[in-house]
């Protein structure tokens, strides 16, 4: 189920997913990006890095079109997000899902409702298809449907993480954001989940941009990582090319004892026999 949106579609699968060129941030004096140029590409999983400050989070939210850069361009499929019309971002944000920080379930709505809400929100599928939906993505994210009724306030942070995966999934996108998808998991549910996010991008062929500070889901999801420093994108490229660059975030971050310690697990880069 995918909901028919007369959308262009990528030229092929070299054109980026996401293409953001020369962005600009700035508040007051405070200039957060400076002229960063990234691109993610079909079916990889992108993970932006960078310290306190970097712009990760804005970032995301300019890609989402939740926030408007100073200047610059942010396309996604192809479209440029600042200037299309209401219309046609309405249609662009029914191909993409996101999982935000804490899982972000509305309080008031039980477990059924948080999924079905995209569903309803589009207007356009009755509620028989909505629950065989909703039920489909729960079994998706491993939570059984008798969980259906219970309300966020009665779930453990683990189920919280799935449900709000699977509402992220409900319209089935082609595009996914993850924002510090295992923060606030213990180690057993956080490899889980991303075991669980491995297991649904390959069989989906989704394409993922991920924040994330943890270094062991950073190892085990990440096709290729984006460092934010200095306003700018240092590195947008493999695990082992981007864990040896001479920079000082670099070194802090995945030279130290916690960095080499997920580097000595991390599984080959993608292709490599």
Do not use: C
């Amino acid at each position: 189920m995918r909901p028919a949106t007369p959308m262009p579609e990528l030229e092929d699968e070299r054109t980026p997913v996401v293409q953001i060129r020369d962005l600009w941030t700035q508040f007051g004096s405070f200039v957060v990006h400076r002229g960063l140029d990234l691109d993610v590409m079909h079916g990889e999983v992108v993970s932006l890095v960078g310290g306190s400050g970097s712009g990760k989070t804005t970032l995301m939210r300019q890609v989402l079109a939740l926030e408007t850069p100073t200047r610059g361009e942010v396309k996604v499929f192809g479209i440029p997000v600042h200037s299309s019309s209401a219309a046609t971002l309405k249609k662009i944000r029914k191909r993409w899902g996101v999982l935000f920080q804490e899982g972000a379930l509305y309080s008031a709505l039980s477990v059924y409702d948080n999924i079905a809400l995209p569903l309803r929100e589009l207007r356009a599928f009755d509620e028989d298809f909505i629950r065989d939906v909703v039920m489909l993505k729960l079994d998706m994210v491993d939570i059984e449907r008798r969980h259906a009724v219970k309300m966020p306030a009665d779930l453990s942070g683990g189920m919280v993480k799935r449900i709000a995966l699977a509402r992220a999934l409900a319209l089935e996108p082609e595009l996914v954001f993850l924002d510090e998808p295992t923060a606030g998991l213990d180690p057993d549910r956080s490899e889980s989940f991303v075991s669980l996010v491995h297991s649904l991008h390959r069989k989906l062929q989704l394409t993922v941009v991920m924040i994330t500070h943890d270094l062991d889901t950073l190892v085990s999801l990440s096709d290729r990582i984006a460092v934010l420093v200095e306003g700018r994108v240092l590195a947008n490229a493999p695990l082992n090319v981007v864990s040896k660059l001479d920079h000082p975030f670099v070194r802090n971050y995945f030279q130290g004892e916690r960095g080499k310690r997920a580097l000595s697990v991390a599984p080959p880069p993608r292709g490599t026999p």
